[in-house]
């Protein structure tokens, strides 16, 4: 299967960067959201991304203005999908809202239409049956910043054939991104399964009153060599993204140790999201607006 016009739904911090990627791999690229603000920003935030990769030349001013003439901006789903090749989704960590969109996505793609989660936790096993299509369904996790981090974890469930997984990582190579192929469905997947039991245990930590978080940030640094903390890593990617994904995990799995920590919970209630709001765990100069 060849792969020519992607569709990407969801421009937030994860969306509009894929869909980025995709327009410099050179595919027809079509960003999709409900908000024509959040496109807006989207738009002006990549700008303002590619300036600094031509200043540092990274890409030349000729291939970002090209990456620009193959990315297009709409509010309109049907409008985004109707000859997309791959879509990707990048909407809210809600397994009943992704449903849904999976749902419409199924009713207005080409029945040769691949369709794709981001999710950071949820399997597409979970999504598969909200289409007449499960064979071509799929995660496709790219990690935050995509346009940053070099790893996608393409996730094969029992469902998905072996044609969609291997034009998933096609696609994936394409747009320059490390994939790596995992032939079974774990909540979570692999990166973030250790990420979570690191930042759990660092919010035990916390909570038991043993050290402070800049403390447990700092030992995670200088001891352990992380590039960051857990705690200013939570605030890097969100407040409520961590909480979403906790809150998915502990309704799959009805165990309460999986059940978002107190602290987020306060933080959520506090609209105290991280680096997007200026204040999370830490405070910040300004908002940065995803």
Known sequence: M????????????????IAMLGALAGYETKLQDISQESLEKAEAKLAGIMDKWVKKEKISQAAREEAFTRLHFTTGLKQAVSDADL???AVVEKLD??????????EYAPSHTILATNSSTIVS???????????????????????????????????TSEETAAVAMKVCEEMNRTAVLLQKEISGFIANRILFAIQKEAMSLYEGGYADYEDI??????????????FKLMDLSGIDVGYYVMQQQYEETGDPNDRPSKTLEDKMKAGELGRKTGKGFYTYDSPVKS
Do not use: W
Not at 2 to 17: E, Y
């Open 2 to 17: 060849t792969i020519n016009k992607l569709a990407v739904v969801g421009a937030g911090s994860m969306g509009h960067q």
């Open 87 to 89: 879509v990707i989704e």
């Open 97 to 106: 809202v992704k449903r849904q969109v999976f749902a419409e996505l199924d």
């Open 125 to 159: 096993s979970l999504i598969a049956d909200a289409t007449s299509r499960p064979e071509k369904v799929c995660n496709m996790h790219f990690f935050f910043p995509p346009l940053v981090m070099d790893c996608v974890e393409v996730v094969k469930g029992e469902h």
């Open 217 to 230: 940030d700092k030992i995670a640094k200088k001891a352990l060599n992380h590039p960051i903390g857990p």
